[in-house]
């Protein structure tokens, strides 16, 4: 019997996690809240052409995020063909909940508190309050992503591959 490896489908689910939380941050908080855009630190988009500027950007993220998305869903189709990697939804659950918790994260270091090109609300008067709910978020995903992946565990019984 050939030895069982979780790793393919936790890389997809932590693609696709990354990607799926960015189009979370992108559609409610950019679009449906509007609280920011991907520059309105630094250019507020108070007219058309600052608008336009930070539309442009915001659909540059959107791009990558998709991006994302597509390759963590093709790391998934090939996961899934293979015999020795276990189908295990608490380990594909756990890998999604821990690339949104890195998306949340590693996004909300660099482009909150090093870069400053945006904050989760721009219309608040104390920013920081709400960017650190974002990146305690970001912790609170990947511990209980972890904890998930590591209850898959139990799931690792061999299976025949996906034609």
């Known amino acids: 019997m050939a030895k069982m490896t979780r790793s393919p489908l936790i890389a997809a689910g932590v693609l696709m996690g990354a990607g799926l939380g960015g ?5 409610v908080l ?14 507020p988009p108070n007219d058309l052409v600052a608008a336009k500027v930070n539309m442009f950007w915001d659909g540059l993220f959107h791009a990558a995020v998709w991006v ?21 939804g608490k380990t594909f659950a756990g890998a999604l909940l821990v690339g949104w918790g890195l998306f949340n994260f590693i996004e909300g270091i660099i482009d909150h508190q090093i870069l400053g090109i945006h904050h989760v609300n721009e219309y608040a008067k104390n920013k ?12 609170v995903f990947l511990l ?7 209850s898959g565990r139990n799931d ?7 034609a």
Do not use: E, K
């Not at 950019?30 to 630094?42: D, E, F, T, V």
């Not at 994302?68 to 295990?88: E, K, N, Q, Y």
């Open 23 to 27: 189009f979370v941050d992108g559609i």
């Open 128 to 139: 920081l309050p709400w960017d650190l709910a974002f990146l305690a978020s970001g912790i």
């Open 144 to 150: 209980v992503g972890w904890m998930l992946i590591r």
């Open 68 to 88: 994302m998305t597509a390759i963590g869903l093709g790391v998934l189709w090939r996961a899934g063909r293979r015999r020795d990697v276990p189908w295990s």
């Open 30 to 43: 950019h679009q449906i809240l509007q609280w920011h855009n991907m520059l309105s630190a630094r250019m």
């Open 156 to 162: 690792d019984a061999p299976r025949g591959a996906v």
